[in-house]
């Protein structure tokens, strides 16, 4: 069945029993009616209670309370088909599956050794190593040479040197994958290397693919050879409580040597292609070394998600303590965080606190949206005052309506607070990226939005070296030479009855 006639019959099934309640309103309306009526906003009120008192952010609850009472039924069945906590009671660690515990103590205990040896400049955010390690399981990788690559073509050109250099295996991960010619070119590459013995292994979102790749292009993957896997699919009309979890990773793995993450899909647009929308500006790490292991860990657990354990991949599950040899010539110390959203509390936005904290120079971050819980605001505001030099780059343009100005509308604050707001001019600003006085680099596939904290998988490295800072500089300056920086919040010029719906669609922001 085609995409489009997927959706037509999702739109029908959700919002079917709400027409038929107008029609009933408009031509058949009595007593009986209005007991339904009555039904429902009982229903929705009862409802509303008892999700007050569940385990979830206050704004998650303010927000679907209003969604549920202001729009009723509708906001319910959103609720039923979209909001529903998802526990992935099945997707474990595989390092701690693969080992006993007695060897995952002992992985922990020599990372702490590596840890003890920290010196200057770094020392300031050995708290926020601890947390990652000690309390998200998060190892620190030493030994890896580091290669930040600012411009989507660049990254391709890369990647598909290092795809055709492949000797055993090649793994990956994608929110996005579209037809077009770097899909080809893709194809091209991994029937060259699957001829020559190669197994290519293939994750791909439902949701962030739909409309953008097309089945016959998925059986090609297949016809080469690529085991290929969509996460999550929605099968409409009945869609799952799960449907809004989805993997928003871009993450590839080489051999279990080279690793790419952070913003680029497997999309034209991102390869500077033409668009609509402008120039797509986005950022992705190279990584050669141990931290590797680290994006192999959350493949396999990925890809034991979506096939249900039924397909192993043994090159994976060597023993932790006796990793590959590693020929590189770099130091740089990593820190691999794998958020989802199986767990109460987001690691990312924890850490990004942690970090902003900490920070005594310069906090830069670079975020598609900005739609960030209040925690988070207030700890970049507290920093701005105490002197850091806190900017925050959005883009110019975006690809989705009312999404700018709503993040725009999370500036308001900011600004306020002595927070610098960078306004890419007539660039969709796709980056995923901070850096931390001199010591600490992440770049990633995590937007700071509640999406990204809450409901989607995410990536992110956290680099700490100041080398890889100094070379990350540039990026930051060219950015910030075409930007505009704000001198006042830009929404107070707005029609008063755009704010109003501004503040409406705010209300809501966290379900979105």
């Not at 103590?105 to 050794?113: A, E, F, P, R, T």
């Not at 840890?115 to 601890?130: D, G, H, M, W």
Request: hydrophobic share 45%; glycine share 4%.
């Amino acid at each position: 069945m085609k995409n489009w006639l997927k959706i037509i019959l999702s739109m029908i099934f959700l919002f079917g029993m709400a027409i038929m309640g107008l029609i009933v309103v408009v031509v058949i309306f009595n007593v009986k009616f209005l007991y339904i009526f009555l039904g429902i906003v009982i229903l929705d009120l009862v409802f509303s209670l008892f999700f007050f008192f569940s385990k979830r952010r206050y704004e998650v609850k303010f927000s679907w309370i209003i969604f549920i009472n202001f729009v009723p039924f509708i906001g319910l069945c959103s609720y039923v088909f979209f909001g529903r906590k998802h526990h992935y009671s099945n997707k474990k660690s595989l390092l701690y599956n693969h080992l006993n515990k007695l060897e995952y103590d002992i992985y922990l205990k020599k990372n702490k050794v590596a840890l003890s040896k920290y010196t200057a400049p770094t020392q300031k955010f050995r708290n926020v190593i601890e947390l990652l390690m000690w309390h998200a399981n998060k190892p620190l990788y030493q030994n890896n040479q580091i290669k930040i690559i600012t411009n989507g073509t660049n990254v391709f050109k890369s990647l598909l040197t290092d795809l055709q250099q492949a000797q055993e295996y090649i793994l990956l991960t994608y929110f996005i994958v579209a037809d077009g010619e770097l899909f080809e070119s893709f194809l091209e590459v991994l029937k060259e290397r699957i001829a020559s013995g190669i197994r290519v292994y293939m994750i791909y979102d439902h949701v962030g693919s739909y409309f953008k790749i097309s089945k016959k292009s998925i059986k090609k993957l297949i016809k080469v050879g690529v085991r290929v896997y969509k996460y999550l699919p929605i099968i409409t009309p009945f869609i799952s409580g799960n449907a809004n979890y989805r993997n928003h990773r871009k993450d590839v793995i080489i051999d279990g040597l080279i690793g790419y993450t952070g913003g680029i899909n497997l999309a034209d647009l991102y390869a500077d292609c033409s668009w609509k929308f402008g120039i797509f500006h986005d950022t992705q790490v190279r990584i050669e070394g141990e931290a590797v292991r680290g994006l192999e860990v959350i493949f396999a657990d990925d890809w034991y998600f979506v096939t249900k354990r039924h397909e192993k991949i043994t090159d994976l599950e060597p023993t932790v303590l006796e990793p590959k040899q590693y020929n590189v010539t770099g130091k740089s110390h990593l820190q691999i965080v794998n958020h989802s959203p199986n767990i109460d509390r987001s690691i990312t936005k924890d850490l990004y606190i942690s970090l902003i904290s900490r920070a005594r120079k310069r906090v830069w971050l670079s975020t598609p949206y900005f739609i960030s819980p209040n925690d988070l605001i207030q700890t970049l505001i507290m920093a701005a005052r105490d002197g850091v030099d806190v900017r925050l780059t959005i883009p110019g343009l975006t690809d989705k309506i009312f999404v700018l100005d709503i993040t725009k509308s999370y500036c308001k604050d900011l600004i306020a607070g002595g927070v610098k707001i960078y306004e890419m001019n007539n660039t969709f600003n796709h980056n995923k990226i901070a850096i931390f006085d001199d010591d600490v680099a992440i770049i990633g596939t995590c937007n700071l939005d509640y999406r990204s904290f809450f409901s989607d998988h995410q990536t992110t490295a956290v680099i700490y070296d100041t080398t890889v800072v100094e070379s990350f500089l540039p990026r930051w300056e060219w950015d910030y030479e075409h930007a505009i920086l704000w001198c006042e919040w830009p929404i107070k010029y707005k029609p008063l009855s755009y704010r109003l719906l501004l503040t409406c669609l705010k209300l809501v922001a966290p379900i979105l």
